[in-house]
């Protein structure tokens, strides 16, 4: 009995202390949480972009993305040209009850039809409500946010660096060199 009264007390000064000090919750459905900048939600479609190049389908590790397409064939350019064929997207869905929201297909994609969007608030209350077509994945391409400036003080990328070299000169462009230039007697 001795043991139970201290235990009580200190207890309650606990409870007390915390009474007095101002609450974190968040009151979620009636305040909107301020997330950080760049938040993974859901991803969203630039269907303008997408070639159907099956590049993010085939390396989802959930395979939760559906892309059928047909070919399409384009007309000659200029006369006498050939005539090209090239992918038109028919569906594109994202199956959001398989997805793990690993970010795979954003970054492999290399047309940049995938992005994230800061959008989370996209339950369902039936399962197949969450297999997301076209339509839908490119209404959240508004709340994209924009990439972030690039730091002035950042290093050039070795990309940029190789692209702005001066084209190297062939063996037409080099002096003929003789076997006295390089010190050998003849």
Not at 73 to 83: F, I
Request: charged share 25%.
């Amino acid at each position: 009995m001795n043991d139970f009264i201290p235990g009580l007390v200190k207890g309650m000064a606990t409870t007390a202390r915390q009474l007095t000090r101002p609450t974190h919750t968040a009151e979620y459905p009636d305040v909107a949480p301020e997330l950080p900048a760049r938040s993974r939600g859901v991803i969203a479609l630039v269907e303008s972009n997408c070639t159907s190049c099956m590049l993010c389908a085939r390396e989802c590790p959930d395979w939760c993305i559906h892309i059928d397409s047909h070919k399409e064939e384009v007309p000659p350019a200029s006369e006498g040209g050939r005539a090209r064929q090239r992918n038109v997207l028919d569906r594109f869905a994202i199956d959001y009850s398989l997805c793990m929201y690993c970010g795979i297909c954003v970054e492999v994609c290399p047309f940049d039809a995938l992005f994230w969007s800061p959008q989370f608030e996209y339950a369902e209350t039936d399962i197949r409500d969450l297999l997301h077509e076209k339509e839908r994945l490119g209404q959240w391409v508004a709340d994209v946010p924009a990439p972030p400036e690039l730091d002035p003080s950042a290093a050039e990328a070795p990309e940029v660096t190789a692209a702005n070299k001066p084209a190297r000169g062939g063996r037409a462009a080099r002096a003929p060199r003789s076997r006295r230039d390089e010190g050998e007697d003849a």
